[in-house]
């Protein structure tokens, strides 16, 4: 069975960090393209980060350059999203995805109907 668990989600003060992590099970991170997309309330699901697996390049949206970090472990075969200095505007549920044609990050991060596999979620928000 195909699935992506997020978790590490949490209530964090403005400028405060979190570590995601995605934990795939029934298939391998490796050769997929694998993302990181929120959902703040009201508003459309955006691309924050994405990595390709296939050559290692990474996007970030505008907002999370210098601030967010994706990797991956191809050992435990899970995907991470380390955001540091953390605002308001970072609050939202955070969803990893994993497609395994997409080959773009920018292409892959700027929409959310192509991918194959999501997870459920996991909330984020940032208050003081």
């Known amino acids: 069975q195909v699935q992506l668990v997020e978790s590490g989600g949490g209530l964090v003060q403005p400028g405060g960090s979190l570590r995601l992590s995605c934990a795939a099970s029934g298939f391998n991170l490796d050769y997929h393209v694998i993302g990181w997309f929120r959902q703040a309330p009201g508003k459309e699901r955006e691309g924050v980060s994405c990595l390709s697996s296939h050559d290692g390049t990474v996007y970030h949206r505008a907002s999370a350059k210098g601030r967010f970090i994706i990797s991956r472990d191809r050992v435990k075969n899970t995907a991470y999203l380390e955001m540091n200095s953390l605002t308001f505007e970072d609050t939202g549920v955070y969803y990893c995805?994993?497609?395994?044609?997409?080959?773009?990050?920018?292409?892959?991060?700027?929409?959310?109907?192509?991918?194959?596999?999501w997870g459920l979620g996991t909330q984020v928000t940032v208050s003081s």
């Open positions: 995805a994993a497609d395994p044609v997409l080959r773009s990050v920018v292409g892959a991060c700027g929409s959310s109907r192509p991918w194959a596999n």
